[in-house]
């Protein structure tokens, strides 16, 4: 059997538990630089306001009675791995698949057992961290998942839901979910299945998994399998590696400042990097791009991007920084107002089949074990101890660049000067 375990509204979860007058409140948290609505409390939902809208075209009567955050990721990423850790206590079968959802394998447990192992679980992690879960059980991660669904949406299940692949409910629900909802199903692909005369969920599993395969692919023959209540899905097939990595975002404000620009583009760069490491890839070129707003047709207009091939395919920051710094250098013109800039690491490949340089002696051999070193600890500090924690080269306070999070609660789980406050 396998558990999907996902946290119910993970962000404004968190942000409940250190500030607890917003429960039962309309609460959103706001994307990067306070933009569009990324996570919503059921109570704001219910006034009506969909995920992804622009704080701005939120109608002012709704506006006044919501309480919108700045998004504070280093609680939140801090708080997952608290939740993650109390899992670890009941399985050693975890896999994190997202910031607020993990796959948890329960092989070799009783399966009767298994419901009330979980609802213990779940007190567990609402005591420990004060997160609220829901659990879905099945013998696939997709059925799992569905089963979270039931779970989420009916309260008698207090939580945890099981569905076995052959029931009644099972049926009834597949029948209800039209094909391009389900998880792993991608926009493109889907439309492939509706010549094929496939438009519910149910449709897919009753589906000649060979015949899907031809027309389809192989990943969708496995989520016929996975209907059917097979487990056919590795996780790495759900998240595959990016084939390119950009990272780009507007400023604030418009500006002509290159000191700005040179900012953004070094720390889309760095952030680039560490996906890039991640993934256990290295990138072969760069690309920068910066462009002025295509809206302001008052302003003069500028949109260019050039790709810088590095030496060598690499994941060094530093490397990756000064190509995409030599590039910007390239781009900027004089006298245009920038709103964006950004950065692609392009033609990626596999760190493990990285061919070794044949020339390279015993002295590169360790320079290369001290890059990787301080790439790893780079990566650590940041991960730990919050993004931009250490960066290549200076940031500077106050630049447009500067994220705009004029409402982020502290960051209270991760830095010595934000700790809660508890008055007797
Ligand atoms: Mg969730």
């Not at 309309?26 to 219910?46: F, H, M, T, Y």
């Not at 670890?88 to 394998?105: K, N």
Request: charged letters at 25%; a positive charge.
């Amino acid at each position: 059997m396998i558990a999907l375990a996902d946290c119910n509204n993970f962000y404004v979860a968190c942000e409940r538990v250190f500030n607890p007058r917003l429960r039962g409140r309309p609460v959103g948290v706001l994307s990067n630089n306070d933009g569009c609505v990324v996570a919503r409390s059921q109570e704001i939902k219910a006034l009506g306001v969909g995920m992804g809208t622009p704080a701005h075209e939120i109608p002012p009567l709704v506006r006044r009675r919501c309480t919108l955050l700045s998004s504070n990721y280093a609680l939140y990423g801090d708080m997952s791995r608290r939740v993650t850790a109390v899992y670890r206590q009941h399985t050693p079968h975890v896999e994190v698949y997202s910031i607020d959802e993990s796959f948890l394998g329960w092989h070799g447990f009783a399966p009767e057992t298994l419901e009330s192992r979980c609802q213990a679980m779940r007190a567990q992690v609402s005591r420990d961290t004060g997160i609220p879960i829901s659990v879905g059980l099945s013998t696939s991660k997709v059925l799992a998942k569905l089963a979270n669904h039931l779970a989420k949406r009916e309260p008698a299940h207090e939580g945890v839901a099981t569905l076995s692949p052959d029931s009644q409910i099972t049926r009834h629900l597949l029948e209800q979910l039209p094909v391009t909802e389900l998880w792993g199903v991608a926009g493109r692909m889907a439309l492939r299945l509706l010549p094929l005369g496939i438009e519910t969920a149910w449709d897919l599993r009753c589906a000649d998994p060979k015949r899907i395969r031809r027309q389809t692919s192989v990943v969708m023959e496995r989520i016929v399998w996975e209907l059917r209540g097979q487990d056919c899905i590795p996780l790495d097939d759900m998240s595959q590696p990016k084939k390119q990595i950009m990272t780009s975002r507007s400023f604030g404000h418009l500006t002509n400042d290159l000191g700005d620009l040179r900012e953004a583009v070094r720390t889309h760069a760095s952030r680039g990097a560490e996906k890039l490491r991640r993934q256990q890839s290295l990138a072969r070129a760069v690309l920068v791009f910066v462009r002025t707003n295509p809206f302001r047709n008052d302003l003069r207009q500028h949109s260019e991007s050039v790709i810088v091939a590095l030496p060598k395919a690499t994941d060094d920051s530093r490397l990756i920084v000064h190509a995409a710094a030599r590039g910007l250098e390239a781009l900027h013109r004089q006298g245009f107002l920038y709103q964006k800039a950004g950065v692609m690491l392009m033609d990626l490949c596999d760190r493990a089949s990285e061919q070794l340089d044949l020339m390279a002696g015993p002295e590169d051999d360790a320079q290369r074990q001290r890059r990787d070193r301080l790439m790893a600890t780079l990566d650590k500090l940041n991960r730990e101890h919050g993004r931009g924690t250490v960066s290549i080269g200076l940031s500077r306070a106050g630049s447009a660049w500067h994220l705009r999070c004029a409402n982020r609660s502290p960051r209270y789980t991760t830095r010595w000067d934000e700790l809660p406050v508890v008055r007797l």
